[in-house]
């Protein structure tokens, strides 16, 4: 997502074990994004823990934090709006984000 759909693209050039860039739309179009935590992954992960192997707990959480244009808007796509922080811990006009 990083390198946007052409810089993708050159990877699966590159690599074509990768999937198309279509074949990857394709799959992930039911998906639903809503801004916030997903709570689901990490209690789907926190279940799965218990029979993992020792070999299988390295784990990386990688966060890349972004200044965020303040205010709040109707997002045209869900028709919701957004714009406040969903932390727990905070209220108001969100100003950074993560991804």
Known sequence: MRCGTS?????????PL???VRCLQSHTKFIE???GILEDMLNLVEAVIPSMH???WD???VLDE??????ERRD???GL????????????IATKGLK
Do not use: I, R
Not at 7 to 15: A, H, I, L, M, Q
């Open 66 to 71: 972004l200044k965020l244009k303040e205010g």
């Open 33 to 35: 994004f809503k801004s």
């Open 7 to 15: 810089g993708y693209s050159g990877f699966v050039e590159k690599y």
């Open 76 to 78: 045209p796509s869900t």
């Open 18 to 20: 990768l999937p198309s």
């Open 59 to 61: 784990c990386a959480l």
């Open 54 to 56: 020792d070999f299988e």
């Open 81 to 92: 709006m957004v714009g406040k922080s969903t932390l727990a811990c905070h209220s108001g």
